[in-house]
């Protein structure tokens, strides 16, 4: 069965710093992965998706920048916070129309 | 990115009351499907709706997709403190992506 993984599953960065979340899938080939931030109690905003290595779509034009470096890993990164980068990061795989999520990052930036 | 509205926002019920969310769209989607997520974890996939006019029985859960495939509604009969949760709505767009509602927050008193 498949099943997704991320980590960190918290973390607290001061404001300037960098940032790196991973994802990754087992399981299953080729799946296309996404990048969700999500405020408190409040819907999904896509920030990236990629449908294969090297080919990654941004939603969002911000300071993130996303990358998936193997077949089954995504990572989502910036070189300088904001605090309004805080949220909860979800990734998501999909073989289809259907997603399925991964536990999230809680991210504070102070 | 076409809009998903979800209605209400909150709702706050007795055990054993039944409770209906709404989801509606000015735009046609392919398919729509509905997710269940509790705090601090990603969303849960409950259904998926693709024919104009379907209606899908989960136990309790009872799932319509309207007629012109624009609008859909999540009914629970008999809601229990286990259906507690924030339910999100998701239409399908294009071959990859998913356009999710802001979300309803619900909550089932003992």
């Known amino acids: 069965s498949q099943t997704i993984h991320q980590w960190p599953a918290t973390l607290v960065q001061p404001v300037g710093s960098p940032l790196s979340l991973e994802c990754t899938v087992e399981?299953?080939?080729?799946?296309?992965l996404y990048w969700y931030r999500q405020a408190a109690g409040r819907g999904l905003q896509l920030l990236f998706y990629?449908?294969?290595?090297?080919?990654i779509s941004s939603e969002v034009p911000q300071n993130l920048s996303a990358s998936r470096p193997q077949d089954r890993q995504f990572i989502l990164s910036s070189k300088k916070l904001l605090l309004s980068d805080s949220g909860f990061y979800l990734c998501?795989?999909?073989?289809?129309?259907?997603?399925?999520f991964g536990p999230g990052t809680r991210l504070t930036v102070t | 990115t076409q809009l998903l509205e979800q209605s209400p926002q909150f709702l706050s019920i007795q055990e054993g009351e039944n409770l209906t969310v709404y989801c509606n769209s000015s735009?046609?989607?392919?398919?729509l499907q509905w997710y269940r997520q509790e705090p601090g974890e990603g969303p849960v996939l409950l259904v998926t709706?693709?024919?104009?006019?379907e209606v899908k029985k989960l136990k309790r859960l009872t799932f319509q997709f309207g007629d012109a495939r624009k609008d859909s509604s999540l009914h629970i009969t008999a809601a229990q403190p286990g259906d507690t949760g924030l339910y999100l709505c998701?239409?399908?767009?294009?071959?990859?992506?998913?356009?999710f509602g802001a979300g309803t927050t619900v909550t089932v008193r003992a």
């Open positions: 998501a795989w999909s073989s289809s129309y259907e997603q399925y």
């Open positions: 399981g299953t080939s080729n799946p296309n």
């Open positions: 990629s449908i294969g290595i090297d080919q």
């Open positions: 735009s046609v989607f392919s398919s």
């Open positions: 709706v693709v024919t104009g006019g």
């Open positions: 998701a239409g399908v767009e294009g071959d990859y992506k998913l356009s």
